[in-house]
């Protein structure tokens, strides 16, 4: 090898590596609503797995879905005996103010800034 040896090329690829982790990183979190759900969800609904799941139901495929109908996570009597289909309509409704539209409801988040409601929606959309 050359007079300067392998240890520069170590260090090099170490921070191409580091520096690639960096950017995907950085694009997991770059969509908005993802950073909503992570901030604000995940901690109760888990991820996008049900096995993730720790308090809430999961809300991979949400959209579409029963109120109350999820195979995960715990639901309220109010959701479970509601005829809801989460909607984006009905779902920004609920997330407005989810103890006025569903009372009884175990949900404590409320998320009323019409901006983030959209991001928010637009990720759960996503979910599938």
């Known amino acids: 090898m050359s007079r300067f040896g392998i240890q520069p090329l170590v260090r090099a ?14 694009d997991d979190f770059s969509d908005p609503g993802r950073r909503i759900f992570e901030s604000r969800c995940s901690t109760c609904h888990g991820g996008t797995v049900p096995a993730d799941s720790a308090i809430g139901p ?3 495929g949400v959209l579409g879905r029963k109120a109350g109908t999820a195979d995960s996570g715990a639901h ?15 779902l920004r409704r609920y997330l407005s103010d989810p103890g006025r539209e569903m009372p009884g409801t175990l949900m404590p988040v409320r998320l009323a800034d019409p901006r983030q409601l959209d991001d928010l929606l637009n990720y759960l959309e996503t979910l599938r």
Request: without cysteine.
């Open 13 to 26: 690829l170490l921070l191409l590596a580091a520096l690639q982790a960096s950017v995907a990183f950085a």
């Open 58 to 60: 999961n809300l991979k």
């Open 76 to 90: 309220s009597r109010a959701a479970i005996e509601s005829d809801t289909v989460w909607t984006r309509s009905s």
